[in-house]
């Protein structure tokens, strides 16, 4: 497997047009599958092959080639890969029995004896008896009980750290406001170019489909990092479009990087981005916020319901209204 001096001389050629672009992730995915089936007996790898290659790769090969992001595709089938690995080991060395021998019986045992993540082995046996390989074993998907979130106190709070403290350094401030104030997913932030800024009068951002408007003190911030975004030395390339570069040259900086950083504070990633929409759609009608954060309208309406504030209040308060 490349080590990092080799994909960062990678990088700096692709950069320069003297290499063709590649998808960083599917490359990676490709060099860990065989990592991950190495050593491991017959009876487990070949299915797991199978189903890696004519399941997932062969969609995240699709997605690469449309131009469109694979991070989260991979981590996927990475977590479905390894889950479906797992139980095919404890499988073979409990009951000597291999996935087209597997029971009903078998896979109850083992999503009834472990942590939630099992139910990963799912994909596999859809895959198994679309392929005739194992036509007994039915897994239901599995619907999280609840949705985390933070209370609005909790969110004001990290709003008023970021934007006044000094326990972060300015890029994971930012990313981090961009989550609390506009539901923005981090692994969304970190693909942002600086053209999404437009600081001509009042400064917004467009996040959808129209510019949104950045109040002070935030466009300060942004502002301010703009000036001095860090890593532009990297590969010699001073002219980075990203919002928020990365190590490498010619990339944004990982969405790992900054979740990382963010949760070692303290912040609940999903909790803030769940309480940040759910108070949006309170104030502002559902199809609007999701038009301006590029929400589908949805996902908008599912939290307005959840906060017990649909559309038809909107409307209600429109028609009685002098």
Not at 67 to 78: D, E, M, Q, Y
Not at 117 to 138: G, H, Y
Not at 309 to 319: D, F, K, V
Request: some cysteine.
């Amino acid at each position: 497997m490349p080590g990092k001096p080799t994909e960062h001389l990678r990088a700096i050629l692709q950069h320069r047009g003297l290499l063709p672009q590649r998808d960083q992730y599917l490359a990676r995915f490709e060099q860990w599958i065989d990592a991950k089936l190495e050593g491991l007996p017959g009876e487990v790898s070949q299915p797991v092959r199978h189903f890696a290659a004519w399941h997932h790769l062969r969609r995240i090969r699709a997605k690469a080639a449309a131009g469109a992001s694979t991070r989260g595709p991979v981590h996927s089938a990475k977590q479905e890969i390894t889950e479906t690995i797992k139980f095919l080991l404890w499988l073979h060395e409990t009951y000597e029995r291999t996935a087209d021998t597997c029971t009903q019986q078998d896979v109850d045992e083992w999503l009834g004896g472990g942590p939630t993540t099992r139910s990963a082995i799912r994909t596999f046996f859809v895959v198994a008896k679309r392929a005739q390989l194992n036509t007994a074993v039915t897994i239901p998907h599995r619907s999280p009980k609840t949705s985390p979130s933070l209370s609005q106190d909790q969110r004001l709070a990290w709003i008023h750290q970021l934007l006044t403290g000094t326990s972060e350094s300015l890029p994971y401030r930012t990313a981090g406001m961009l989550l609390l104030l506009y539901a923005q997913p981090l692994v969304k932030v970190v693909t942002f170019p600086t053209t999404i800024i437009n600081d001509d009068a009042e400064m917004t951002i467009r996040l959808g489909g129209k510019p949104t408007d950045v109040p002070e003190p935030f466009a300060g911030i942004i502002r301010t990092h703009l000036a001095a975004r860090p890593n532009l030395r990297t590969g010699a390339v001073p002219d980075s479009p990203w919002l928020f570069p990365g190590y490498v040259v010619g990339r944004h900086l990982h969405p790992n990087t900054v979740m990382d950083r963010l949760r070692d504070l303290g912040i609940n990633l999903l909790g803030a981005r769940n309480r940040a929409i759910g108070e949006l759609v309170l104030e502002c009608p559902p199809s609007l916020v999701a038009d301006a954060l590029g929400y589908s309208h949805q996902v908008a309406f599912l939290h307005a319901n959840k906060a017990a504030e649909p559309w038809a209040r909107y409307a209600g308060r429109r028609i009685g209204s002098p």
